[in-house]
């Protein structure tokens, strides 16, 4: 619903960037140096004068009042998910909790079988790009972690400085 009438003229304007925006939603991304769309619209706002640029104005501000409120949905939605993730995230502890404590790790119906699992995890800490070229990727300096852990887990011995701390992390899965 409009509060004011753009016209004829920019009615059509709008069709036009109407369809740009429903090429847009369709995953097709338009041209932005289209050069027909920009010739027809200049042709329109010409043959029409000032006050058609006055009107354009006006459509611009209700397609920014669109914009701002599709960005505040788009926060809305985005704290939503944000806050659906966390309830997963403790949803799952939970049940690796009652798993652990109760089922020995593991449940298995006729539907599913759900289990904890224990990851190895590695932490490379006190590698230098300049002591220790090797181990980093280039440009920029970046370790390669898995060149540490294969000398590590080799029983080789590391550099001076170079330490590999062994830890576990535990997930929570299911198969269907």
Known sequence: MRVFDIGPLL????????????????????DPNDI???????ELLVQEGPSAVE???DLIDMTQGDVNLLSERIKELRARKDARER????????????????????IKTATLTTWTQKTTTYEVSGADPQAHPQFFK?????LKKSLVLDQYKAGLPLPKGVEVTE??????????
């Not at 403790?90 to 020995?104: C, I």
């Not at 280039?138 to 970046?142: A, K, S």
């Open 167 to 176: 830890g576990w992390s535990e997930s929570v899965r299911v198969k269907r």
């Open 11 to 30: 009615e059509q304007i709008e069709t036009f960037l109407s369809a740009e925006a429903e090429a847009i939603q369709q995953g097709i991304e338009p």
């Open 55 to 57: 009107r354009f104005w």
């Open 138 to 142: 280039v440009p920029p300096p970046e």
């Open 87 to 106: 309830a997963v995230e403790r949803m799952k502890g939970v049940l690796q909790d009652l798993l652990n404590r109760h089922f020995e790790g593991k």
């Open 36 to 42: 027909k769309l920009r010739n027809e619209i200049t």
